[in-house]
């Protein structure tokens, strides 16, 4: 079964980190440009940060840029997401995504709407609460 499953999340206080990895199973990770996204409730989901095949170009969206890190074991079939200085508005169910076909990472994480669901794979999110 090919299959992205995401763990990490949690309850944590303003200005606190965690650390989300997004584990693959049933295939290998080292052709798929692989992103983060986020959705909070009532909100479309949202690129965060996406990285290439080799992990050599991430990717992130300003609002994010200097707090978050990503980053990927190809050798362990998993990608990470450091979140650090977590705010109230990071709060949101994050979901890892992979795919092969998309051709820069930015246009990855800049994908909206209709598009993402192109993507080849889609984990089922965890859930991170930012309490303020």
């Known amino acids: 079964q090919l299959q992205l499953v995401e763990s990490g999340g949690a309850l944590v206080q303003f200005g606190g980190s965690l650390r989300l990895s997004c584990a693959a199973s049933?295939?290998?990770?080292?052709?798929?440009?692989m992103g983060w996204f986020r959705q909070a409730p009532g909100k479309e989901r949202e690129g965060v940060s996406c990285?290439?095949?080799?992990?050599?170009?991430?990717f992130y969206v300003d609002s994010v840029k200097g707090r978050f890190t990503i980053s990927r074991d190809n050798a362990k079939n998993t990608v990470y997401l450091e979140m650090n200085s977590l705010k109230p508005e990071d709060t949101a169910v994050y979901y890892c995504?992979?795919?092969?076909?998309?051709?820069?990472?930015?246009?990855?994480?800049?994908?909206?709407?209709?598009?993402?669901?192109?993507?080849?794979?889609w984990g089922q999110g965890t859930q991170v609460t930012v309490s303020s």
């Open positions: 995504a992979a795919d092969r076909r998309i051709t820069t990472v930015q246009s990855m994480c800049l994908m909206t709407g209709d598009g993402l669901m192109w993507y080849d794979h």
């Open positions: 049933g295939f290998t990770l080292d052709y798929y440009n």
């Open positions: 990285i290439s095949t080799d992990g050599d170009t991430p």
